[in-house]
């Protein structure tokens, strides 16, 4: 080949073998065709590629390279000695790394159900059953796909490959198996009530704890809970992906609670108790203090959400509510207490006499 092999892999002279694979796995993804449709430019790199493996990956070949800086003795047809076709570990290698082959099947299939979590549970945790369905084996043919329920035969084509060699100009792909559809076996005698799939669609059900400070987004994994394959003793995972339903009157951040709690004009300027209610379901008496302004936010200390042995605290916010509706003796108490205090309202309580004052009209 033209340019130099380590050059092409992005790897140095002293690096083993099992870099040098790993860089070559990672160009043949990024540039092969069946990845870039169309793109002339990804199958001239990906020859490349592919050629400057064929070079370093193998021991002799590189050994010759090091010494006199190019493939000397490699056979002929393009530069550098690369054959038209790809070794038989080379196309096994493509054929797992793109989900051929048995290894590309053989992992079993996740399967992923979303789940609304009230906002309490939630933040408490709790204990949940979920009835869904899933893929199970056929009653009919024990899973096996085939009439007689007995383990079906590998495909005469492929050789239960699932996958089959194509051409395409001097390279050799991977191509589905058009006998077998891909799944490696021999489908001409299948069972007649999954039709061959080995599996069917049944209604499942697992128990599980819903973690307490679980957020929106959170993937819940349960071992076993996912969809079974044609033939397998064992399922797959199941992930429950969570999603906390908005409350009324709690948010949450982290571990903390946020919530507001609306008091009147004159607990705000006298002081008093107010019950807030917290997410375990009881109340706790908060003190406001004489001369407290709208918007002043208090903490209860380890109020909040409790999780991985800690507890957060939860924050109020108050809001101090104007009197909409005041009877004549109400409004006469407000302007004797205006001007009472006289000349010593500041500005902000003077806005906020102005905004009663337009409610006396």
């Given at each position: 080949?033209?340019?130099?092999?380590?050059?092409?892999?992005?790897?140095?002279?002293?690096?083993?073998?099992?870099?040098?694979?790993?860089?070559?796995?990672?160009?043949?993804?990024?540039?092969?065709?069946?990845?870039?449709?169309?793109?002339?430019?990804a199958e001239e790199r990906f020859k490349e590629v592919a050629?400057?493996?064929?070079?370093?990956?193998?021991?002799?070949?590189?050994?010759?390279?090091?010494?006199y800086g190019r493939d000397v003795g490699a056979g002929e047809g393009f530069p550098g000695g690369f054959q038209t076709d790809f070794s038989a570990d080379m196309f096994s290698e493509l054929f797992d790394f793109f989900g051929g082959g048995r290894s590309g099947r053989s992992s079993q299939p996740k399967l992923l159900v979303p789940l609304e979590v009230p906002f309490i549970e939630a933040a408490r945790g709790g204990e949940r059953r979920l009835k869904y369905q899933r893929k199970a084996p056929c009653g009919g043919c024990k899973g096996q796909g085939t009439h007689n329920g007995m383990p079906p035969k590998p495909c005469g084509r492929c050789g239960g490959m699932g996958q089959i060699?194509?051409?395409?100009?001097?390279?050799?792909?991977?191509?589905?198996?058009?006998?077998?559809?891909?799944?490696?076996?021999?489908t001409s005698n299948p069972c007649s009530r999954?039709?061959?799939?080995?599996?069917?669609?049944?209604?499942?059900?697992?128990?599980?704890?819903?973690?307490?400070?679980?957020?929106?987004?959170?993937?819940?994994?349960?071992?076993?809970?996912?969809h079974y394959q044609r033939g397998s003793s064992s399922p797959g995972d199941l992930y429950i992906e969570v999603q906390v339903a908005e409350?009324?009157?709690?948010?949450?951040?982290?571990?903390?609670?946020?919530c507001e709690a609306p008091i009147g004009f004159s607990?705000?300027?006298?002081?008093?108790?107010?019950e807030i209610p917290t997410v375990d379901g009881k109340?706790?008496?908060?003190?406001?203090?004489?001369?407290?302004?709208?918007?002043?936010?208090?903490?209860?200390?380890?109020?909040?959400?409790?999780?991985?042995?800690?507890?957060?605290?939860?924050?109020?916010?108050?809001?101090?509510?104007v009197p909409k509706n005041l009877d004549a003796k109400a409004k006469a108490a407000l302007r004797d207490y205006a001007e009472a205090v006289g000349d010593e309202l500041n500005e902000q309580e003077k806005s906020l006499w102005e905004t009663l004052g337009s409610l006396f009209d």
């Amino acid at each position: 080949m033209s340019r130099d092999p380590y050059e092409v892999l992005g790897v140095d002279r002293e690096a083993d073998v099992q870099k040098i694979r790993k860089a070559y796995r990672k160009l043949a993804a990024k540039y092969h065709p069946d990845q870039n449709p169309g793109d002339a430019q990804a199958e001239e790199r990906f020859k490349e590629v592919a050629a400057a493996w064929e070079i370093l990956g193998d021991e002799e070949r590189r050994a010759r390279y090091d010494r006199y800086g190019r493939d000397v003795g490699a056979g002929e047809g393009f530069p550098g000695g690369f054959q038209t076709d790809f070794s038989a570990d080379m196309f096994s290698e493509l054929f797992d790394f793109f989900g051929g082959g048995r290894s590309g099947r053989s992992s079993q299939p996740k399967l992923l159900v979303p789940l609304e979590v009230p906002f309490i549970e939630a933040a408490r945790g709790g204990e949940r059953r979920l009835k869904y369905q899933r893929k199970a084996p056929c009653g009919g043919c024990k899973g096996q796909g085939t009439h007689n329920g007995m383990p079906p035969k590998p495909c005469g084509r492929c050789g239960g490959m699932g996958q089959i060699p194509a051409q395409r100009g001097f390279l050799t792909f991977a191509s589905e198996c058009d006998a077998c559809r891909g799944s490696g076996v021999d489908t001409s005698n299948p069972c007649s009530r999954c039709r061959g799939a080995g599996v069917s669609d049944q209604e499942h059900q697992v128990s599980f704890r819903v973690p307490p400070g679980v957020t929106t987004g959170t993937r819940l994994r349960i071992r076993d809970g996912g969809h079974y394959q044609r033939g397998s003793s064992s399922p797959g995972d199941l992930y429950i992906e969570v999603q906390v339903a908005e409350h009324p009157f709690f948010t949450a951040q982290g571990k903390n609670i946020y919530c507001e709690a609306p008091i009147g004009f004159s607990q705000a300027a006298l002081g008093g108790k107010v019950e807030i209610p917290t997410v375990d379901g009881k109340t706790v008496e908060m003190r406001i203090p004489a001369g407290t302004q709208n918007g002043t936010e208090f903490r209860l200390r380890g109020k909040g959400i409790g999780a991985d042995g800690q507890r957060g605290h939860q924050f109020v916010r108050v809001v101090v509510v104007v009197p909409k509706n005041l009877d004549a003796k109400a409004k006469a108490a407000l302007r004797d207490y205006a001007e009472a205090v006289g000349d010593e309202l500041n500005e902000q309580e003077k806005s906020l006499w102005e905004t009663l004052g337009s409610l006396f009209d």
